[in-house]
Structures are given as structure tokens and as C-alpha cells.
């Protein structure tokens, strides 16, 4: 007498929406990421040493934003391997590879690490970064609002008004960051919860081989 064949576990739409999803953002997040590569080291990083040469940092850069501008080629290079992993992870949860939700988990719980530290930058890194950007671009020194040609009496002019701006895109950028540590929470608890269902026991019945289901 023959054995039946096992019955083959149905796939839930949880995890195929989940992958779906991580698989569309994913390709955005990499093509994005591969011209930006493509995009620093030919127009961004040649446009931030001329403006280094005219007018440096300032003196009380903090050393990690300092290092953040010394190394934004290999950080997006960093991201952009990043970004192939959830691809990679994503598509293989969408074909029910254990191996895949696995690394997928692993993704996941880089996301959760990676959200609690862009939470913290946003305080003590970001600030000052934010605050050096706007000093090269509008400070003076700056081409861009300080051109050589105007007259000393308009520079001193327009750097009266600056002053009187900054306090305002102070709390401009005090706002983002609030609503940036929200949005960090909010994803932390939803990576949270995937992270839970994947690990359940339906869920992961979808990704045991049928004979080992037998």
C-alpha cells in the first residue's frame, strides 16, 4: 500500500505581504543607493572639498560628525550591501527558504539596532552636522549667500539676517528631529511585531519541507 504524498503547508498572506513589500523597497533602497554611489565620488564629494578649500569646518565639529563627512563614499557603499541583504532576504521569505527567513529575522533585528541608533544621533550627532551644512552654505565665508563682488556694507548686511535666521532653523530643525525619534519608535515596534510572527509556529511550518512535516 502506498504512502500518500504529504499535504503541502499553505502559505500565509502574512508573510507573503510582508516580503512583498520588503522586496519594493528594498530595489528602491539599492537603486538609490547605486546612483548615489555612482553620483558622490564624480559630483557631491568634488563639490564638498571645493567648499572645504573656501571655508573648513568648524572648530567645534564633534569628532562624529566630523567622521561622518570624511567618510560618506564607504558609508554608502556600506548601506548599499545593506540594502542587496533585505533583497536577497526578502525574496527568498517570499519563496518559504528557511535559510532566508532567517536571514531575514537577522535583518530585522539589524533594522530594530539601527533605528534605536539613528534615534540617538538624532540629538547628539545630527545637530551638529546640520549646523556645520548650513554655516558652509549660508554662512560667511559662503559664495552662495556671501558672493566676492557685493560691497562690505551688504555682507554685513546679510550676515545681520542670518543671525536672526538661525534661531528659527534651530527649531525647524528641533521639530524634525522629534518627529524623527517618533518615527523610530513607531518602526522599532513594527519590525517588533514581525519579528514575533515570523518566529511562531504556524509561520514557521510554511518554511519546513513537507517530508520533514510528514
Not at 504512502?3 to 539599492?30: E, Q
Not at 572639498?49 to 560628525?65: C, K, N, R, V, Y
Not at 527558504?97 to 550627532?125: E, H, I, P, S
Amino acid at each position: 500500500m502506498s504512502v500518500p504524498p504529504p499535504v503541502p503547508v499553505k502559505h500565509s498572506m502574512f508573510v507573503t505581504v510582508v516580503a512583498w513589500i520588503f522586496i519594493g523597497l528594498s530595489t528602491f533602497a539599492t537603486l538609490g543607493l547605486l546612483l548615489e554611489s555612482l553620483l558622490l565620488p564624480l559630483i557631491f564629494l568634488p563639490m564638498l572639498h571645493q567648499q572645504m578649500a573656501t571655508m573648513p569646518f568648524p572648530a567645534d565639529l564633534s569628532p562624529i560628525a566630523a567622521w561622518f563627512f570624511g567618510h560618506a563614499l564607504e558609508l554608502c557603499y556600506g548601506l548599499l550591501f545593506i540594502a542587496l541583504l533585505h533583497l536577497i532576504a526578502a525574496i527568498s521569505l517570499l519563496r518559504r527558504k528557511d535559510w532566508g527567513r532567517r536571514l531575514f529575522l537577522g535583518m530585522l533585528g539589524f533594522d530594530v539596532l539601527y533605528q534605536l541608533a539613528a534615534a540617538a544621533m538624532q540629538w547628539w550627532a545630527v545637530p551638529p552636522m546640520q549646523h556645520a551644512m548650513l554655516q558652509m552654505q549660508l554662512g560667511p565665508g559662503s559664495h552662495l549667500m556671501f558672493p566676492n563682488n557685493l560691497p562690505p556694507q551688504v555682507q554685513a548686511a546679510q550676515a545681520a539676517q542670518l543671525a536672526q535666521m538661525m534661531p528659527m532653523m534651530d527649531s525647524m530643525m528641533a521639530v524634525t528631529r522629534v518627529f524623527g525619534v517618533i518615527s523610530a519608535l513607531v518602526f522599532i515596534i513594527l519590525f517588533g511585531w514581525i519579528i514575533k510572527r515570523l518566529c511562531s509556529e504556524p509561520v514557521r511550518r510554511e518554511f519546513t519541507p513537507p517530508s520533514a512535516v510528514a
